[in-house]
């Protein structure tokens, strides 16, 4: 079992940078697969960036590439996502996701290919 809390949420400007964190809880933390999503009122859960369990491969979502930069640190048990450049479509709550590598590999883009959810915080990006 793990369990995953977000924090870092809040009001930015457009142009401005934002960092996420979700902290886990379990030992085998640096096994798992860690994803973050995004839903906006009315829309689907959007992939937004995952990270490999050995932390060597990264993946992104076209409408974040080259502004978010997803990262981990195994000592903490903790995954981050750093936003910069927010505009305000980035506006939404995010999640924070997780699957054991022993489950799943590779680029894990849709929400049903992971086990465990945060319970998301909200980022409002004003113009």
């Known amino acids: 079992q793990v369990q995953l809390v977000e924090s870092g949420g809040g009001l930015v400007q457009a142009g401005g940078s934002l960092r996420l964190s979700c902290a886990a809880s379990g030992r085998t933390f640096s096994s798992y697969v860690l994803g973050w999503f995004r839903q906006a009122p009315g829309q689907e859960r959007e992939f937004v960036a995952s990270i490999s369990w050995s932390n060597v491969s990264t993946y992104y979502g076209d409408s974040v590439k080259g502004r978010f930069t997803i990262s981990r640190d195994n000592a903490k048990n903790t995954v981050y996502l750093q936003m910069n450049s927010v505009k305000p479509e980035d506006t939404a709550v995010y999640y924070c996701?997780?699957?054991?590598?022993?489950?799943?590999?590779?680029?894990?883009?849709?929400?049903?290919?992971?086990?465990?959810w945060g319970q998301g915080t909200q980022v409002t990006v004003s113009s």
């Open positions: 996701a997780a699957v054991s590598s022993k489950v799943r590999v590779g680029v894990l883009r849709r929400p049903g290919e992971y086990d465990y």
